[in-house]
Nanobody, 120 residues
Framework: QVQLVESGGGLVQPGGSLRLSCAAS????????MGWYRQAPGKQRELVAV???????NYADSVKGRFTISRDNAKNTVYLQMNSLKPEDTAVYYC??????????????WGQGTQVTVSS
């Protein structure tokens, strides 16, 4: 019914940059919050950044000043620009969207995840 498809992960050296993208598709009526979470091995999933339908943003303290979240409402797409990457940013990054499908209740939808590895 609804799909979130992420792209842009990979291997990068410390200090490098990556840009993640996540496109939502399906019978979507409206999208409220869109965000990125990450989960490192042996750790709980944590919020990285979120943007509301009104374009407000919120970031984890660990990524403030280095990561930038943005969205293109016309394309139902959210982006995460990651600069000055550190080894501790290594994790599987998941896209999340709170949305309403046609004729339905709000849903909390997740992407399949994309691996980001920061290593020399």
């Amino acid at each position: 019914q609804v799909q979130l498809v992420e792209s842009g992960g990979g291997l990068v050296q410390p200090g490098g940059s990556l840009r993640l993208s996540c496109a939502a598709s399906g019978s979507i009526f409206s999208i409220y919050d869109m965000g990125w979470y990450r989960q490192a091995p042996g750790k709980q999933r944590e919020l990285v950044a979120v943007t509301t339908s009104g374009s407000s943003t919120n970031y984890a303290d660990s990524v403030k000043g280095r990561f930038t979240i943005s969205r293109d409402n016309a394309k139902n797409t959210v982006y995460l620009q990651m600069n000055s990457l550190k080894p501790e940013d290594t994790a599987v990054y998941y896209c999340n969207a709170v949305l309403r499908v046609l004729g339905g209740m709000p849903l909390n939808s997740w992407g399949q995840g994309t691996q980001v590895t920061v290593s020399s």
